[in-house]
C-alpha cells in the first residue's frame, strides 16, 4: 500500500515545559490547581503537578495545537500519579479538535495512569481530521471525583502516516492473470490530504 509520509516534528509548544513567559508556563492555560514545579520530572527537569483534595473539583490544564484536515496524529506522554484516590481514578491526556469559530468538532483521550509512584507512557492516535478541524486543545487531567497529585511530563504530539491509497483491485479474475491485458484500479484515501476525495486512478498493462 502507497503511504503518505509526514513530518514528525512536535507540535506541542513547551511539552516539556521548560519554558516560561514571565511567571507562567509558556503555552499553557492553567487552573488554580495545576502548576508548573522544578525538579518533578521525569529526569529531575521541571513537570506539571496536578493537586486537589476536593473531589467535586473537576479541572484541566490545556495547550493549543495546529491541527490540519485529513491529517492523523500521535500523542505521547508521561504521567506519574503521586497520590490517587477515588473511583478508579486515573490522570491522563485529551485531544480535543475544534472549527475555525470554536466549534467542539472531536475528540479522542489517552489510556488513564493509576499505578502511584512510578511514571508512565500513554498514548493515542486520532482518526483523519474532519474537514471542519481548525485547531486542537490538549488537556491533562485527572479523572473526575479523583483527588491526590500527578506530575505530567515530556508530552509530544505529531502528525503521522496516512494511507493514501485505499483500495487496490484489478480486472483479473481474483487479481490473478498469466497474460493478456490487465486493467489495475488504485481508490485515493479521501482521508488524504494530497488528493481531493473520491478519485479513482486506473492503468492498463500488458501481462507477458
Same mark, same amino acid.
Given at each position: !500500500?502507497?503511504?503518505?509520509?509526514?513530518?514528525?516534528? /512536535?507540535?506541542?509548544?513547551?511539552?516539556?515545559?521548560?519554558?516560561?513567559?514571565?511567571?507562567?508556563?509558556?503555552?499553557?492555560? #492553567?487552573?488554580?490547581?495545576?502548576?508548573?514545579?522544578?525538579?518533578?520530572?521525569?529526569?529531575?527537569?521541571?513537570?506539571?503537578?496536578?493537586?486537589?483534595?476536593?473531589?467535586?473539583?473537576?479541572?484541566?490544564?490545556?495547550?493549543? +495545537?495546529?491541527?490540519?484536515?485529513?491529517?492523523?496524529?500521535?500523542?505521547?506522554?508521561?504521567?506519574?500519579?503521586?497520590?490517587?484516590? *477515588?473511583?478508579?481514578?486515573?490522570?491522563?491526556?485529551?485531544?480535543?479538535?475544534?472549527?475555525?469559530?470554536?466549534?467542539?468538532? *472531536?475528540?479522542?483521550?489517552?489510556?488513564?495512569?493509576?499505578? +502511584?509512584?512510578?511514571?508512565?507512557?500513554?498514548?493515542?492516535?486520532?482518526?483523519? !481530521?474532519?474537514?471542519?478541524?481548525?485547531?486542537?486543545?490538549? #488537556?491533562?487531567?485527572?479523572?473526575?471525583? $479523583?483527588?491526590?497529585? $500527578?506530575?505530567?511530563?515530556?508530552?509530544?504530539?505529531?502528525?503521522? +502516516? %496516512?494511507?493514501? %491509497?485505499?483500495?487496490?483491485?484489478?480486472?483479473?479474475?481474483?487479481?490473478?492473470?498469466?497474460?493478456?491485458?490487465?486493467?489495475? %484500479? $488504485?481508490?485515493? /484515501?479521501?482521508?488524504?490530504?494530497?488528493?481531493?476525495?473520491?478519485?479513482?486512478?486506473?492503468?492498463? !498493462?500488458?501481462?507477458?
Amino acid at each position: !500500500m502507497l503511504t503518505l509520509l509526514i513530518c514528525a516534528a /512536535n507540535l506541542v509548544a513547551n511539552g516539556g515545559f521548560e519554558e516560561w513567559v514571565g511567571t507562567k508556563p509558556a503555552g499553557w492555560q #492553567l487552573p488554580p490547581t495545576f502548576a508548573v514545579a522544578k525538579n518533578v520530572g521525569r529526569n529531575g527537569s521541571c513537570g506539571l503537578v496536578w493537586t486537589s483534595d476536593k473531589a467535586s473539583e473537576y479541572t484541566l490544564a490545556r495547550a493549543r +495545537v495546529a491541527l490540519r484536515p485529513g491529517y492523523r496524529y500521535q500523542l505521547s506522554g508521561w504521567v506519574k500519579p503521586v497520590t490517587l484516590a *477515588g473511583e478508579e481514578p486515573f490522570a491522563a491526556y485529551y485531544l480535543d479538535y475544534y472549527s475555525k469559530d470554536g466549534k467542539y468538532v *472531536g475528540g479522542v483521550g489517552s489510556v488513564g495512569a493509576d499505578k +502511584v509512584g512510578v511514571w508512565q507512557q500513554v498514548t493515542l492516535e486520532t482518526r483523519s !481530521m474532519p474537514a471542519d478541524t481548525a485547531y486542537g486543545e490538549v #488537556l491533562a487531567y485527572a479523572r473526575q471525583g $479523583a483527588i491526590g497529585s $500527578a506530575v505530567f511530563d515530556d508530552l509530544v504530539i505529531t502528525e503521522t +502516516v %496516512i494511507d493514501s %491509497i485505499e483500495n487496490v483491485w484489478t480486472s483479473a479474475y481474483r487479481d490473478a492473470a498469466t497474460g493478456g491485458i490487465v486493467r489495475v %484500479i $488504485a481508490e485515493v /484515501n479521501p482521508s488524504a490530504p494530497a488528493f481531493l476525495p473520491g478519485i479513482v486512478a486506473t492503468r492498463t !498493462m500488458r501481462v507477458a
